[in-house]
Structures are given as structure tokens and as C-alpha cells.
């Protein structure tokens, strides 16, 4: 009996795993956490003076700190969730005029949407097209490496280009998180022409630099960061007036200068570099240069309409007045004209953090219904009554609030979210206390502070682009932050006490 033939099979496919159950998702800490604090504030008897409106939305607002703090969720998912409690927490609440009367969810959805009708939301919008545009054309880079071609090869005067190179792009580019992206890439191929480990002083400070000199220039230029926009948002709903670009620039400039100087003999102190001069250093930024080509068509338009845009912000209220966001979406439609401009919205869509426009308005929106609800004016005359704030003098004042927001700055990891919650209260604050003093001046001075995000890595978006190069420890950026954050508050409340008086901010 013959052996049965093998005969070849087409091998079968694989039979499919079964397929598991989804995972279940634990639903984070932070998340369940709000919630409790949300509902042990709406449980909590409080003071006949609340509006019961009020009272809801203090609890949103506890709720929105908790979330942000420990980062349970996005910020865009938070921004979400905050639109809803507000549509249904406060649509069934009496409205403070009638207590008869309740607000109804298309009245209070409406409220929770308000600050997407803000200008200071517009002009975020319009700087992140700028934004896009510089990196779209390239200018961005263009702009930095020209800028350290200039510096020499010794340690000292690279750590000095690369915040000069910080300060031109806070001038031009409107988003802190755009310029460290921009800056950070252009500072590694420099630290390699160094020879030098990723972990040696050299890379660590110079990086460590990038991310402090940002946060240092937020404060110096009005229009360099999202969270001075919505400062000024805040202004202008709260207080009735604003302060022009070229006001904020000769109050915070200054000290941005002497704190970049700082920030240079620090990181030297701390980390000392490994060699005095870079090899090839200033080399390798002309090759990138030559790389880069002439510069192009869109690169000189976008050049000539920012620096047309930069001669508008400074002159505002001087030759002009138009206002900074009506002269940015000028600048817009000229970036954007066919044949003239340098991109299309294709082009650009996809470069937008639109979440980052989404946080913004409900930030605004937040802010705004608290101070419609009473809850801000009743929560700043608690802080009042309890902290003896109404016995102390101007500087103070600043010193108190500016310590605090330094101190809670340490659990946020967004400037903006941090502006959203707590910029209202303290204005509200301002306008309970007693004494001849200017509110309008001291706002522009607390939201100097909440750019403070020197201590942390998590503090702040470019400190966590920075972070990403592994050219630095948490401990190394702390041991230079703290410094910063040391000096640079002393420094204001020197300046609080003389430059800024004279000026008549106090």
C-alpha cells in the first residue's frame, strides 16, 4: 500500500483572535475630583448677598480649576464640558434681576458662548495666523538664524543670541509655544557643533535659556502670549478700558532686559559650560543660512506686513486710532489676498491649535458670568474682608496677589487656563478695595505675573517643548527657575515702588 501523497494546500488565513471586550477606561482622578468639589460647593449654604447664580457658578469655577490643575482631561474637552454645566447649572438658576424668572438653557448656553464675540478672542485668532504664516514661509527660521549669525562663538555671546533671537520672534510671531518650536530645533544644530553630550551644561543651559527667555518676553510684549491677550479681554469687559500695546511694551520691557541679563549670569553660575567657544558654532548657522536660499517672495511680504503691523501696535493712540485686533485682521487680508498675500486658508487650517481658540472664548466666557452672576464681585469682597488687603497700600497689594498667583501658577500647566479663572476675581478684587489707586495699572502688573511659569517644566507649553530635547533635567530647570522667579518678583515690586508709579500704573 503506497504512502498517501502530500498535496499542497493554500494555507488557511489565520482565524482571527476572538475579540475581546473593549478595555474599560478608568475615568480619571482629577475628573471624579472636580466633580465632588463642584457638588460640595453647590451643597454649601452660603451668604443671602450670592445670587443663587452666583453660587452656581462658583461651583463651575471650582470645577474648571480642579480639571486644569491635575490635567484630568484636555483643555478642549474641558472647555466643553464647562459650556454644558453652564448651559444647564445656570439655565435653571433664577436670573440675579428676578429671582422669578429663571435663566432657561438657550439664555445661559448663549452666556456660556459669549466670549467667542470677544475682540481679545480675535485677535488670538489673528496672531495664530501670523503664527502660521512665519512657519508656513519659513520666515520664522529665516529671522532666527540671521539673528545668530550675528552673535560671536564663545559660550556667553550664544546663550545672548539665543535670547535675542527670542525677542525679534516675540515681535513678529504671536504665540510663545510657535517661537520655542521655531528656536528649538536651530539651538540643537548649534549644540552639536559644540561636540559636546546632549546632557552637558552647554546643551542644558542654552535650551534651559530658550525656554526661560520666552516666558521673560511674554511679560515685555503685549502681543507675545494668549494669556496678555486675554488679559486684556478682561480689561476691557471688566474695567472698561485697555492698555495700548506701546504702554505695555515701556512698562514691561524693562524688566524683561534686566531679567534677561539675569537669566544669562545664572545659567553660566549653575551650569558652568564645558568650553568657553564653540568650534564651527557660527560655521554651521551660515550653512543653514546658505542652505535656506535667497529670500523668497512671501518671505518679503510677510516681512513688510509684519513690520507694518509692529509700526500700527506702537502707534496706537499716538498717530492712530485703531485698535490692535482691527489692525491685525488688516494685516490678515493683506497675508491673504490672491497674488499678493503669502498663503490661503488650505495653507494655514491645518497649522491652527484651533482647541487653544476654543479655551480661549470659554475662558472669557467663564470670566464674564461671573461677574454677570455677582459671584465675582461677592467672592473679591470675601478676599477682602478676610485678608485685611483693604489696609495695605498699592505695592502691598501687588505683592500679595502676585505671590498668589506665583503659588497656584505652580499647579497649572496653562497660562491661559490660570488667566480664565482667576484674572476675574482678582479684578474684582481691585474694584472692592478702598484707596486711590490705578486698577487698570495693577491689572496690566498681575498679568505680568502669570507668565511666572520659570519653576516647572509643566508650567508652561515652551518649557515643555524645550523639555523634549533631553538636553536638561526637571531639577536643573527648577534649581535656574527658582532663581528667576526669586529675583524677577523682587525686581517688580522695586519697580512697583518707582518706575511703574512714575509711570502712574500704581
Known sequence: MSEPVAVPVKPASPAAPPASPPSKAKIPIGLIAGVIAMLVVLFMPMSDALPVAGHRMLAILVFAVVVWITEAVSYEASAIMITTLMAFLLGTAPTVQDPNVVYGTSRAITMALTGFSNSALALVAGALFIAA?????????????????????????????????TIVLSLVVPSATARSACVVPIMMGVIAAFGVEKRSHIAAGIMIIVAQATSIWNVGIQTAAAQNLLTVGFMDKMLGQRVAWSDWLVAGAPWAIIMSAFLVVLVLKLLPPETDAVQGGKEAVEQSLRDLGPMTGPQKRLMIVSVLLLLCWSTEGKLHHFDTTSTTYFGLVLLMLPRIGVMTWKDVQSRIPWGTVIVFGVGISLGTALLTTQAGQWLGAQVVANTGLDKLGSVGIFAILGAFLILIHLGFASATALTSAMLPILISVLQTLPGDFNRLGMTMLLGFVVSYGFMLPINAPQNMVCLGTETFTAKQFAKVGIGITIVGFGLMLVMAATYWRWLGWM
Request: proline share 0%.
Open 133 to 165: 504664516a512665519m512657519t508656513f514661509t519659513g520666515l520664522d527660521k529665516r529671522i532666527a538664524l540671521v539673528t545668530l549669525s550675528k552673535v560671536g562663538t564663545s559660550t556667553r555671546r550664544i546663550m545672548m543670541g539665543a535670547i535675542a533671537v
